[in-house]
């Protein structure tokens, strides 16, 4: 219900879904190394309710940032809720207007003899140079472009609708980045080569595969098992190119290859492999494994090859496809109406196609010699 819900506000334009500072803290203690004497940009976060600018905000000297600035974008449904941080008394949040906080230094400015959120708070109130008001907010504008340009990293949560778009602007700006999004997002035609190229890995992940995050529409958290303002979506995941050691870990393969486990594909020349853990060590040939995967990929052990289900790579590019002739392919689709003809499938044996999900088509660079 939740992942359904989520499509309905994706195709609806609703973005608003903000991660919960565990994940954050989570993820973000496996990037420490690259935050020092950097310019971070959360680009898609309103200061006063995202859990990115608090988190960076209370460990700026900590993590010897040099500067750190948030934007939000005009019309938020959730500015002024204050919908994730308790700001105490503090309510001089400026309403439905996009506008921007920069910080530059973080100090101990009620005197408590520790840096924490009410010095953060100090600054909001007490600092006219610190925040400003922007055009929109939105991460296209021409003074978002050059805030953009200004960081050194971007971290944040970026609208799921957009999520194309907003990667693609990274990279045309050659941004090191650390983002969220769904992991369907890597079967994206802009997206997968990315990753094919190791421009864009994986990092560790949301605990379970899921996450829950806030929300402030009504109509979508609708599932039983959190709070009412949050929902909880399945197959999230952080999408970054800074390097982190779990780039270095090998898969620990300990299956072996045997015919009748590995299935050929009708349609193209390359094993089936149902799950991860499954990954024969000692086949040489290509291999069709789910898109999960990635989360365990290390580029020194495994090529990635391509992706099924690509009918312009497959019918052009790729050597190893074969398309079944027009009464097959007809006979297919009425028994699996999800069926294409470059879908990656199996025959049973009562002669009946079998479609798998999504696959990627990877190669092991050192098989094991049995």
């Known amino acids: 219900m939740a992942n359904k819900n989520l499509h309905a506000a994706k195709t609806a334009k609703k973005d608003e879904f903000y991660t919960q500072m565990s994940d954050i803290e989570r993820e973000l203690q496996h990037y420490w190394q690259h935050f020092r004497g950097k310019t971070i940009l959360c680009n898609c976060d309103d200061p ?114 957009l999520f194309r778009e907003y990667i693609a602007q990274l990279m045309e700006n050659e941004k090191k980045y650390l983002i969220v999004g769904h992991q369907n997002a890597i079967t994206y035609r802009e997206v997968f080569p990315l990753i094919k190229d190791n421009k864009v890995w994986l990092g560790y992940g949301f605990k379970g595969g899921a996450a829950h995050f806030f929300s ?54 390359a094993i089936n492999v149902n799950k991860t853990s499954d990954i024969p060590c000692d086949y040489e040939g290509i291999m069709g494994v789910p898109i999960t995967f990635l989360d365990k990929y290390n580029p020194e052990q495994f090529e990635i090859i391509w ?16 398309p079944p002739i027009k009464e097959q392919a007809e006979r297919f689709k009425k028994q699996d109406r999800t069926w294409r003809i470059q879908n990656p499938y199996l025959i049973d044996k009562n002669g009946n196609a079998k479609v798998v999900y999504q696959r990627i088509f990877i190669h092991n660079k050192h098989p094991k010699k049995i």
Not at 92 to 100: G, L, M, N, S, V
Not at 307 to 322: N, Q, V
């Open 216 to 269: 402030p529409y009504e109509d979508i958290a609708t599932a039983g098992d959190h709070r009412k303002d949050m929902i909880r979506v399945s197959g999230v995941t952080w999408f970054t190119n800074l390097e982190i050691p779990k780039r270095n870990d090998e898969l620990d393969l300990v299956c072996h290859y045997s015919p009748d486990d590995y299935p050929i594909y009708h349609n193209y020349d």
């Open 48 to 161: 006063y309710e995202s859990n990115f600018f608090k988190y960076f905000a209370l460990r700026f000297n900590q993590l010897g940032l040099k500067k750190l600035i948030c934007t939000c974008y005009n019309g938020s449904p959730v500015q002024g809720d204050e919908l994730m941080i308790d700001w105490g008394d503090f309510t001089e949040e400026p309403k439905k207007i996009a506008y921007k906080v920069e910080i530059t230094e973080v100090r101990d400015m009620n005197g408590d003899g520790a840096v924490d959120l009410s010095d953060v708070q100090y600054l909001l109130k007490n600092d006219k140079n610190v925040l400003s008001i922007l055009k929109t907010g939105d991460f296209r504008d021409p003074e978002c472009i050059d805030l953009l340009k200004e960081a050194d990293i971007v971290v944040t949560n970026p609208p799921f609708s």
């Open 307 to 322: 992706r099924g289900g690509d009918i312009e790579w497959a019918e052009k590019e790729c050597s190893f496809y074969t």
